[in-house]
């Protein structure tokens, strides 16, 4: 398909533990972001790529929340000593510019028991 | 602080019957305001709008941004079931990169037969 893509698409882990959580970007785009979201809320800003670096990480919660995007294409959000605030569907889009529509994918939903 | 508020947050009506969401974008340096559809998990690309007056439409589907008032519409003619879902707003926040978008809580949308 030529959508973006996130996996896994569920996710359950125990507090404490290190989940990584995946995004394929749609091809060419140089952009990439994630987003959270909770129960009734709209997606929450967390961090954006331009190519490889970090252009904006301001959403960041905390520093247990990291991301990367090595070259430029594929990108995953790590999150460490997990807590059940954490739990939320953490969502990926991507955009052919910085300027440009977004378009998301299915995202994750990580529930930390 | 920027904001972005969506009204009503809920919404019922009746297959044919026409909608009116309502999108208020507070914000000290206007770029852009986006719509989106999200049914289930992925949030669906709906419009962008940065001029003033100026009527996008996508088949029952139109919207228009007052920009002086940071004021945006979205309607919704002849509605199905099928346009049963959250409708999002969401523009790019003050002082971050084009990418950090700061989205409402949403319309949720409920279209009965």
């Known amino acids: 398909g030529a959508g973006v893509s996130q996996t896994p698409s569920n996710k359950v882990t125990e507090k404490g533990k290190y989940v990584e959580l995946r995004c394929d970007p749609i091809?060419?785009?140089?952009?990439l972001y994630w987003y959270r979201q909770s129960l009734g809320q709209g997606p929450e800003f967390l961090i954006y790529?331009?190519?490889?670096?970090?252009?904006?990480d301001s959403g960041l919660p905390n520093d247990r929340f990291f991301a990367v995007r090595p070259e430029g294409s594929v990108s995953t959000l790590k999150i460490q000593r997990t807590e059940r605030g954490d739990s939320a569907v953490y969502l990926c889009?991507?955009?052919?510019?910085?300027?440009?529509?977004?378009?998301f994918g299915p995202g994750t939903r990580l529930t930390v028991t | 602080e920027d904001k972005v508020v969506q009204s009503p947050l809920s919404l019922v009506v009746h297959e044919g019957d026409t909608v009116t969401l309502n999108c208020s974008y507070e914000?000290?340096?206007?770029?852009?305001l986006l719509w989106y559809k999200q049914e289930k998990k992925a949030p669906t690309f709906l419009f962008m709008l940065?001029?003033?007056?100026i009527e996008k439409k996508s088949g029952r589907l139109s919207s228009i941004l007052d920009k002086k008032e940071l004021f945006s519409i979205l309607n919704i003619t002849a509605t199905q079931t099928g346009d049963s879902a959250v409708y999002l707003c969401?523009?790019?926040?003050?002082?971050?990169?084009?990418?950090?978008?700061?989205f409402g809580k949403g319309t949720k949308l409920s279209v009965k037969p």
């Open positions: 091809s060419g785009h140089t952009a």
């Open positions: 940065t001029s003033s007056g």
């Open positions: 790529f331009q190519g490889t670096g970090a252009a904006d």
């Open positions: 969401a523009g790019p926040h003050y002082g971050g990169s084009q990418g950090n978008l700061i």
């Open positions: 889009a991507s955009s052919s510019g910085q300027r440009s529509e977004q378009y």
């Open positions: 914000v000290t340096n206007f770029r852009s």
